[in-house]
């Protein structure tokens, strides 16, 4: 397939922007790197990120030097916290116009869940009418996936950058919230990417707040800590 040929597929599916979610830590490497960079590129650019429990799969199928996006807002539609943290890039389909042919793969299940005796059709939509026929918006395993990437993402297609409020209830987790609003405006401002920071307002029926403050003391600084 062709990257005008997956565009065409994903504007007919109503996929006009992808998402990457993150923690506030790894968001700012990216802000500070001139892009979102994939994950085996950070660690061989000797730069920091929040570790993630997929690490060793991705490594194990060689997908470390991906980066992934989401059809869709995971916290807007599942109405519940991103796992991948409250960070949210969001993208126009438009990179595609930017990107190497061939550099183009969407999965069909999330590589958490690949084993080795997996082929690539099993892992990955191969062909025009595969992709045509079953990629659905909103599904949670298929990423779009730039594969290969040693250098960032640059942010040219970048529309906004979303930013989870947690509500918190302990003091001590609303001051970490604040000082990542205030490190990701800093950012921003200073590397001169023009576009607005968004505070999150949630949907009705949202439980993030709710999860939020039910978790142990210390997750909201995971998440949303500089240094952690």
Not at 39 to 68: C, H, K, M, W
Request: with cysteine; aromatic share 12%.
């Amino acid at each position: 397939m062709t990257n005008y040929e997956i565009k065409q597929i994903m504007k007919s599916k109503n996929v006009q922007y992808l998402y990457h979610a993150n923690t506030v830590k790894t968001s700012t490497t990216f802000l500070e790197n001139g892009g979102l960079i994939s994950r085996g590129a950070v660690n061989d650019l000797g730069l920091v990120q929040t570790p993630q429990i997929s690490d060793e799969t991705d490594r194990e199928f060689n997908v470390d030097y991906d980066i992934f996006f989401d059809s869709v807002d995971i916290h807007e539609r599942a109405k519940k916290i991103n796992n991948y943290g409250p960070v949210t890039f969001v993208y126009s389909i438009d990179v595609i116009d930017a990107l190497p042919e061939g550099c183009i793969k969407i999965t069909k299940t999330n590589p958490m869940y690949w084993n080795q005796n997996m082929t690539e059709e099993e892992k990955y939509f191969t062909n025009y009418v595969d992709l045509r026929n079953n990629y659905e918006k909103g599904n949670f395993n298929q990423h779009f996936t730039i594969t290969n990437q040693r250098q960032p993402l640059t942010f040219d297609y970048l529309c906004k950058i979303i930013l989870d409020d947690p509500h918190a209830i302990r003091q001590a987790d609303q001051r970490i919230f604040e000082q990542a609003v205030n490190y990701i405006n800093e950012a921003v401002i200073e590397k001169n990417i023009n576009v607005p920071l968004v505070i999150r307002k949630c949907p009705m029926g949202c439980h993030c707040s709710e999860q939020y403050n039910n978790f142990r003391e210390g997750y909201i600084y995971y998440r949303f800590g500089i240094d952690c």
